[in-house]
């Protein structure tokens, strides 16, 4: 009996302290709470859309304005070639040689018949002079004597056409033949470049060639820079690809660091719409997701997960997860946690 009364008397004791007990714990969770959060001085700024532009992306290619396929004017087997791809040259510089072993007996052949036809054009001159023979006899020696000089001169130029050397300053970009392998005129053995003058290039439809004109300023991003480069359009081409349906585009670009063979993408105008667009600063990262933080109208952060799109003149449009009138924090914002009290600064 002594037994149930005390089981009794325990459950009413734990019946009545326990919610004095939880109660007291959510009072230690709340002033934790309250202890974490931190006043943060940071910039507030009101989000409000704003004009951006439309842009069609146009895949596109770097190119060389001077780009020269250097062959050899003679046929015959490459001796040597002098220079690697990525080497700088001159002009006059030797790329590489041919065994014009050919060219160098025609021009042998050449100056042997030289010297026969000037000994009987000198021997027929003095005895013209001296009226030893007509004037009709004289003048053929000298005309075979001029063909032959003329000759020599064709066979000793073909000789010197071994030496093949570059005919702009740049860079080698291409090297097609080998030493050993056969060259012959009109084929490519290297290819050389200037690199100081590139061309962006690219097709358009005739709806985004509506807008364009000469001297237009585009945005193209190159793969490996960091931020667009401006170009400028240079020439329209008149008439469409008869099996793409697109006109060809090129745009003047700024060749410092880059390289001809680039992939890049030509941004044109094609329309203004509205946008959300926030400042690089209010962009954070939290448990490796990319957000900002929004004040509440008593001041408090609160995390705010976005969608980042473009980014332009150091304003990142955010597609989603925030809307016009809600307060931001820019600067300050990457020291903030959800919970804590913003002292908003003056921008």
């Not at 250097?70 to 001159?90: H, L, P, T």
């Not at 740049?170 to 050993?180: C, D, H, R």
């Not at 030509?266 to 933080?293: H, M, N, S, Y």
């Not at 931001?328 to 804590?340: F, K, P, S």
Request: glycine share 8%.
């Amino acid at each position: 009996m002594r037994k149930t009364a005390m089981t009794r008397l325990q459950g009413w004791l734990l019946a009545g302290l326990l919610p004095g007990l939880l109660a007291g714990c959510g009072g230690q969770d709340k002033a934790g709470e309250a202890a974490a959060a931190k006043t943060v001085n940071a910039e507030l700024r009101v989000v409000q859309p704003s004009l951006v532009a439309e842009q069609y992306a146009a895949p596109a290619t770097l190119v060389a304005l001077e780009s020269v396929p250097v062959a050899s004017r003679i046929m015959g087997y490459i001796r040597a070639i002098d220079v690697v791809e990525g080497q700088a040259v001159k002009v006059g510089q030797r790329l590489f040689t041919i065994d014009a072993v050919d060219a160098k007996s025609q021009a042998d052949q050449a100056s042997a018949a030289l010297a026969d036809a000037k000994a009987n054009y000198d021997r027929y001159a003095n005895l013209y002079k001296d009226e030893a023979v007509s004037r009709q006899q004289y003048e053929k020696m000298k005309l075979a004597y001029d063909q032959a000089r003329a000759a020599a001169d064709s066979a000793g130029n073909q000789l010197r056409y071994a030496v093949v050397t570059s005919p702009i300053n740049g860079v080698v970009t291409q090297k097609l033949g080998n030493a050993g392998s056969l060259a012959t005129p009109g084929q490519p053995v290297v290819v050389v470049e200037n690199p100081a003058r590139l061309q962006v290039q690219t097709q358009v439809g005739e709806e985004v060639l509506r807008r364009i004109k000469l001297g237009d300023v585009v945005p193209v991003e190159v793969d490996g820079v960091a931020s667009p480069i401006e170009a400028r359009v240079a020439r329209i081409s008149p008439a469409a690809d008869p099996i793409s349906r697109t006109f060809l585009v090129k745009l003047d670009i700024d060749a410092t660091g880059l390289r001809s063979g680039l992939f890049a993408r030509a941004l044109f105008k094609v329309g203004e719409r509205d946008a959300l667009q926030v400042p690089q600063a209010a962009l954070v990262e939290r448990a490796g997701i990319t957000g900002l933080f929004v004040a509440d109208a008593q001041g408090v952060a609160h995390f705010r997960m976005v969608r980042a799109g473009v980014t332009r003149n150091g304003l990142v449009e955010i597609q989603a997860g925030l809307s016009a009138g809600e307060r931001i924090a820019v600067t300050g914002a990457d020291r903030l946690e959800t919970g804590d009290r913003i002292s908003a600064t003056k921008p």
